[in-house]
């Protein structure tokens, strides 16, 4: 039996309980540096091992999972790999902070076996916090940030389409689209930007899936492809995409276009709800 280094939080004021979040890297300084920058915010339970994040898994709940790469024994992708093939923890959000330099393989490997986000450190604990944030409470970031769901099948083009969106607009990203429906039960996306071509589902799927949901029948759809066909484009237009992107992305091409479709969808949502507040 390993020794747990953590100590119960104290009870919260006003009977408040706090998120939990766990956080497994094998350095102490690591974890008492980590826990004192979020432990106004959160209840940490750091754990050097996977033997502890495993014991700790049995006592409580975690809302996530904070985990460095390199570790002696497990390193994070090979943990991450072994929670996600367990029904007990599939759906606890993982986040990798690593203290290395993170190459692109890295994250395209880390974001492809299920982590939520890939930081490097150094990182401020506004950026650290308002990322943790964004995967607890998508919807915290208020209704004036227009919110994008990118589905993609290919975690490099997920990490493209938030860096060159995520300083205007609140981005969630999603590698599996069969996993759409469960997203939208948390996230109410202002604009969807869909791979047209993924090998469990494409994005021409998923439109019924999203026109389904009452609050999606007119939502805007950008479709991106690296196949910019006549019959890619004839199929998105007769589904009511709102635009249609060719891979290699252009940034100026992206963001001009998310930028018109956005203004165009939101201008029409005030008109609904002012003439739906003047009818009361």
Same mark, same amino acid.
């Given at each position: 039996?390993?020794?747990?280094?953590?100590?119960?939080?104290?009870?919260?004021?006003?009977?408040?309980?706090?998120?939990?979040?766990?956080?497994?890297?094998?350095?102490?300084?690591?974890?008492?540096?980590?826990?004192?920058?979020?432990?106004?915010? *959160?209840?940490? *339970?750091?754990?050097?091992?996977?033997?502890?994040? *495993?014991?700790?898994?049995?006592?409580?709940?975690?809302?996530?999972?904070?985990?460095?790469?390199?570790?002696?024994?497990?390193?994070?992708?090979?943990?991450?790999?072994?929670?996600?093939?367990?029904?007990?923890?599939?759906?606890?959000?993982?986040?990798?902070?690593?203290?290395?330099?993170?190459?692109?393989?890295?994250?395209?490997?880390?974001?492809?076996?299920?982590?939520?986000?890939?930081?490097?450190?150094?990182?401020?604990?506004?950026?650290?916090?308002?990322?943790?944030?964004?995967?607890?409470?998508?919807?915290?970031?208020?209704?004036? /940030?227009?919110?994008?769901?990118?589905?993609?099948?290919?975690?490099?083009?997920?990490?493209?389409?938030?860096?060159?969106?995520?300083?205007? *607009?609140?981005?969630? /990203?999603?590698?599996?689209?069969?996993?759409?429906?469960?997203?939208?039960?948390?996230?109410?996306?202002?604009?969807?930007?869909?791979?047209?071509?993924?090998?469990?589902?494409?994005?021409?799927?998923?439109?019924?899936?999203?026109?389904?949901?009452?609050?999606?029948?007119?939502?805007?759809?950008?479709?991106? /492809?690296?196949?910019?066909?006549?019959?890619?484009?004839?199929?998105?237009?007769?589904?009511?995409?709102?635009?249609?992107?060719?891979?290699?992305?252009?940034?100026?091409?992206?963001?001009?276009?998310?930028?018109?479709?956005?203004?165009?969808?939101?201008?029409?949502?005030?008109?609904?709800?002012?003439?739906?507040?003047?009818?009361?």
């Amino acid at each position: 039996m390993s020794d747990i280094i953590y100590e119960e939080e104290e009870e919260q004021s006003a009977g408040i309980p706090r998120r939990k979040i766990i956080i497994v890297d094998d350095v102490n300084y690591v974890l008492a540096t980590i826990k004192a920058r979020l432990q106004q915010h *959160y209840e940490i *339970y750091p754990a050097q091992n996977a033997e502890i994040l *495993y014991e700790l898994l049995e006592k409580i709940e975690p809302e996530m999972i904070i985990m460095d790469v390199q570790m002696p024994e497990y390193n994070g992708f090979e943990l991450i790999q072994e929670l996600k093939a367990n029904s007990k923890y599939e759906n606890i959000p993982v986040m990798f902070l690593s203290g290395n330099k993170t190459d692109r393989k890295s994250v395209y490997k880390g974001m492809s076996l299920g982590a939520v986000d890939f930081l490097t450190k150094p990182i401020s604990n506004e950026k650290l916090i308002d990322c943790i944030e964004s995967h607890l409470d998508p919807m915290r970031s208020g209704e004036n /940030t227009p919110i994008i769901l990118a589905v993609d099948d290919n975690p490099s083009i997920l990490q493209t389409l938030n860096h060159l969106l995520g300083e205007k *607009y609140k981005v969630y /990203t999603l590698p599996q689209p069969q996993a759409i429906v469960d997203v939208l039960a948390k996230v109410v996306p202002d604009l969807f930007i869909l791979d047209c071509h993924m090998p469990v589902m494409h994005g021409f799927e998923l439109v019924p899936l999203i026109r389904s949901q009452s609050e999606h029948e007119d939502t805007p759809i950008i479709f991106l /492809t690296s196949e910019g066909t006549i019959d890619n484009v004839s199929v998105a237009t007769s589904i009511g995409a709102s635009g249609f992107i060719v891979k290699p992305i252009d940034e100026d091409t992206l963001m001009a276009k998310v930028s018109s479709v956005l203004i165009d969808y939101i201008s029409r949502r005030r008109i609904r709800t002012a003439s739906s507040k003047d009818r009361y």
